[in-house]
């Protein structure tokens, strides 16, 4: 094997075949001609890509490895260590988007040449895009540093020939940031559009700034910026923002490595808009060696007010009339230790709005976070004398990570603050938002979390909207009782033998027979001018329409669901299968997913579904690790029948299924109507 051959995990060789970790683990027991590990650990092997290729191909498992994913295996098995691939990978996309020629003409060369030419080529890129080299965040490689990686360069360099430089580098950061969780804490793509919509920078030629800006999706989200400023602590996250927004934008870039509130690498900096995601509950912030430090301008902040001194480090960074907007811990709101902050920022006008979101909708996931909306006062100007409050907690139904409807939640955050930006205030809406008087706020706490201040909304939309609910339940009882499935009768269609001891097949069997298709559900990002709903795994076990949304780009097409299409999720362990109709076709397929496109004159996608949630069947089919149950999708069983039985069947599936989506809606109005009841006789808008 070459010395510098690209490996890939038993994670990577699943993801090229289409299959979960336990397929993969399965053929190296039961096939000894399986490629032994060239690499990794004991529990974690890895093998060489060439030879991986070459049995999956004899096994019929796989056609080609597409050059994404063989550039992406490439990259994560770098020696040098895959962020440092990934800022290489980078410059040279950088390259080849700003000077694709010379490109062309250096990668004519030999791989030794090219390495020597590189670095020149790469400094006349980097400099009017980062700076000078001493204050930047990206580094020209070295040769040395280069000539092992050239062959994976020349890969990128053809990915991005087919997809766009800017595309290749988003594919290639967000697999990176999908397998390296715990690594970097992303802020979702709807999170940053609302907080870029609140700051104003929307409008062209704005100057921006993120002081912690883990891999750059603030700034990205910023549209028509003049100039983006930012800085990370770690170098290699502060690398690789610097490299993604020079490929997303034409502004001016200015990324650095450091320690903002220790050593802020734009002191004398002033914005017109500063957005932030800081790190939560820091005790080593520099509490103790930053005592006297002038951006304290409403208060020293406690060792255990961290998120208040990057308050401070933001307005000290924006021009008057600039606004800010950060995420927030909920405690921020209410800790005693920092009321006194609080009640300045309030005094003085600097905070002009605070934001409850869903649970799910940034990470930490499991927490509501908190968006605060700041604006630098203006010498000689009257501070405002109200403060907004918005609470969007109970507008995302379900709660939870991907699983936050971020339209309603725009939709209710904008329509307060816009009004309130203009005008200084804005009308009640009960149990949403609210301008409070700023004296009303300053008590002995300053508590600002916005549930605490808001009328709560009428129970249930008052007792004409509870009766409505209760003629719906009543309505989808009477139904429920209609569909509720016969227990007795022959065991099959027409009295037909039990599917059970009949010749059977598995789901792989058919795909190589090529009687369904198997697809593998991912994020992907999407070009489009509207946006593209996702199907995520909470969708398909909560049995509703498609709730999720792609982020902008075109770095890797979606899969799309077609009608007639079964998904099933591959993670928990539950049996649960559903077929696409029309009103669901189109969706993007989410995470965990797993799709399969049964071919009509072969199978039927009722017959499909309903043999696929059987519990014996899915108990054969599953796997443990890391106290998950993860479903190989493959080894799901089915009998051999011919169509016409399998649509006798089929319609006994979907018999079953209408009454599954009954007793769902059954339980939703129920509680809907209980909770109203509860709430109505307790507010008094529901008389005895």
Request: contains cysteine; aromatic residues 4%; proline residues 9%.
């Amino acid at each position: 094997m070459p010395e510098n051959a690209a490996e890939v995990t038993a994670a990577g060789i699943a993801r090229l075949a289409g299959v979960g970790r336990a397929a993969v683990s399965n053929w190296r027991r039961r096939h000894a001609d399986f490629p032994l590990p060239v690499g990794g650990t004991e529990t974690s092997p890895a093998f060489a890509l060439g030879e991986v290729e070459q049995w999956l191909r004899e096994q019929g498992k796989l056609a080609e490895v597409p050059l994404r994913e063989r550039v992406w295996q490439e990259l994560s098995g770098d020696p040098a260590g895959a962020a440092t691939a990934l800022v290489r990978a980078g410059c040279v996309l950088l390259l080849v988007r700003e000077r694709p020629m010379e490109w062309l003409e250096l990668a004519a060369a030999s791989d030794a040449r090219l390495a020597e030419l590189l670095p020149a080529a790469l400094e006349e890129v980097l400099t009017p895009r980062f700076g000078p080299p001493a204050d930047r965040a990206v580094h020209t490689p070295a040769p040395r540093e280069l000539l092992p990686a050239v062959p994976l360069l020349r890969g990128v360099a053809e990915l991005a020939a087919e997809r766009g430089a800017r595309q290749t580098y988003e594919f290639l950061l967000g697999r990176h940031l999908d397998a390296n969780p715990r690594q970097y804490t992303p802020t979702p793509p709807e999170a940053a559009a609302l907080m870029t919509a609140l700051a104003g920078a929307t409008t062209k030629g704005v100057t921006v700034l993120d002081p912690a800006a883990g891999t750059g999706t603030l700034l990205r989200a910023v549209p028509h910026p003049a100039a983006l400023y930012a800085q990370e602590a770690a170098p290699e996250p502060a690398a690789l923002t610097a490299l993604r927004l020079a490929l997303h934008t034409d502004a001016d870039v200015r990324a650095r490595a450091g320690d903002t509130l220790r050593a802020d690498a734009f002191p004398r900096l002033t914005v017109d808009t500063v957005l932030c995601h800081p790190p939560f509950n820091e005790r080593n912030w520099g509490h103790d060696e930053l005592a006297y430090d002038p951006r304290w301008e409403y208060g020293f902040p406690a060792r255990t007010e961290s998120e208040l001194a990057w308050v401070q480090h933001a307005l000290a960074r924006l021009r008057p009339g600039g606004a800010a907007v950060l995420l927030m811990p909920p405690a921020a709101a209410s800790r005693r230790s920092g009321r006194r902050i609080r009640a300045d920022l309030l005094r003085r006008g600097a905070l002009r709005a605070v934001v409850a979101l869903p649970a799910g909708a940034a990470p930490p996931y499991g927490i509501p976070l908190h968006l605060w909306v700041l604006r630098k006062p203006v010498a000689g100007g009257r501070p405002a004398p109200e403060l907004l409050l918005v609470d969007t907690a109970e507008l995302s139904a379900g709660g939870g990570r991907d699983n936050v409807d971020w339209g309603t939640v725009h939709a209710a955050v904008l329509d307060a603050w816009q009004p309130f930006d203009r005008q200084g205030t804005v009308g009640e809406q009960p149990g949403v938002s609210r301008a409070v008087p700023v004296l009303e706020l300053l008590d002995d706490d300053v508590d600002l979390a916005p549930a605490r201040h808001l009328p709560p909304p009428a129970a249930g939309g008052g007792a004409a909207e509870l009766a409505r609910v209760r003629e719906r339940l009543a309505d989808t009882l009477r139904l429920t009782v209609e569909l509720t499935p016969q227990t007795t009768g022959p065991a099959g269609p027409a009295g037909a033998a039990q599917p059970a001891h009949r010749l059977a097949t598995t789901v792989g069997e058919l795909a190589r027979a090529g009687a369904l298709v198997l697809h593998t559900g991912g994020t992907g990002t999407t070009a489009a001018a509207t946006p593209v709903p996702v199907l995520t795994e909470q969708d398909v076990l909560a049995g509703r329409a498609p709730s999720g949304t792609l982020p902008e780009g075109a770095a890797e097409e979606p899969v799309r669901t077609e009608e007639g299409d079964v998904v099933v999720p591959v993670l928990g362990g539950g049996a649960v299968a559903r077929v696409v109709d029309a009103a669901t076709a189109g969706a993007a397929l989410g995470r965990n997913l797993q799709l399969l496109r049964p071919d009509p004159a072969t199978l039927d996608p009722w017959f499909l579904a309903g043999f696929l949630r059987g519990t014996a069947n899915n108990r054969q089919a599953s796997s443990y690790a890391s106290s998950a149950t993860r479903l190989d999708v493959r080894r799901l069983q089915l009998p051999r029948l011919p169509l016409a039985d399998q649509q006798r069947y089929g319609e006994r599936f979907r018999a079953l299924a209408a009454f599954e989506d009954a007793l769902r809606l059954t339980g939703r109005l129920g509680e809907q109507l209980t909770q109203g009841l509860y709430d109505g006789l307790t507010d008094g808008t529901v008389t005895m």
